[in-house]
């Protein structure tokens, strides 16, 4: 079973920078959209950044100027550069794609287990 792994989170001062990464943990054919949401503590998940296969790129309006989606379509990496964190920023950021496993398949949504960010004041 293809998972989606992410990594990079972890406890940061207010405005400071953070890199998360995501990749699937075996071989698959391709990936369409890419994406990283957040949930903080009492509140519901959220979109904070998308990226398609050719590279464009929509965010959530709160992160605007200091998140930065990329991807790697070799590595079938997805990558969030997070600067100027804020307390706000706090919550645990989970991994989005549209994979086709084999070649021919339908594109299925994978999600990662998600990696927490803690932004300190």
């Known amino acids: 079973q293809v998972q989606l792994v992410e990594s990079g989170g972890g406890l940061v001062q207010a405005g400071g920078s953070l890199r998360l990464s995501c990749a699937p943990s075996?071989?698959?054919?391709?990936?369409?959209?890419m994406g990283w949401y957040r949930q903080a503590p009492g509140k519901q998940r959220e979109l904070v950044a998308v990226?398609?296969?050719?590279?464009?790129?929509d965010y959530a309006d709160s992160v605007k100027g200091r998140f930065t989606i990329s991807r790697d379509n070799a590595k079938n990496t997805v990558y969030l550069q997070m600067n100027s964190l804020k307390p706000e920023d706090t919550a645990v950021y989970y991994c989005?794609?549209?994979?086709?496993?084999?070649?021919?398949?339908?594109?299925?949504?994978?999600w990662g287990k998600g990696t927490l960010v803690t932004v300190s004041s």
């Open positions: 075996e071989s698959i054919f391709s990936i369409n959209d």
């Open positions: 989005n794609a549209r994979i086709k496993v084999v070649a021919g398949s339908w594109a299925m949504e994978y």
């Open positions: 990226i398609t296969r050719g590279g464009s790129t």
